[in-house]
């Protein structure tokens, strides 16, 4: 009688540890629109949203993955509809989550930077404040 016997390979742990928040800086919502943050950091607009360029400025989430050098791993974001900022009475939905790698990434070395933008969506005459949230984005092994 023959016997089987497999080994399962045993990978590195997969870390990823936040280093910058995703930050959509100062603007005036008049009536309305969007501030989208790209993950490069470049800040732009739509509809008749004002930018403010005193203070807080736009910039992207930065994160470092860590794990296994040269692996390739996936990168899950926040699906649209999922995540808001609120000031504790008002609201403004973020979706459209983009990432610097994009989809999958190559830990070339064993780490590498991931940056996340999106895009915000103020209301007509949107409650001016400051308005804070949180979002979760994963990694796995490919």
Known sequence: ???LAAI???WAQISLSKSADLVFGGFV???GGTVTVAPNGGRS???SVLLVTQGASGAAAQF???GTAD????ITLPANDTVTL?????TMAVNNFTSTPSGTGTLTGGS???RVGATLTAGNAQTPGSYTGSFNVSVQYN
């Open 1 to 3: 009688m023959a016997g």
């Open 8 to 10: 399962a390979p045993a």
């Open 29 to 31: 919502a008049s009536s």
């Open 45 to 47: 607009k739509s509809g």
């Open 64 to 66: 470092t993955v860590t």
């Open 71 to 74: 692996a390739t791993y996936a």
């Open 86 to 90: 609120s000031d504790g009475s008002h």
């Open 112 to 114: 590498q930077v991931l």
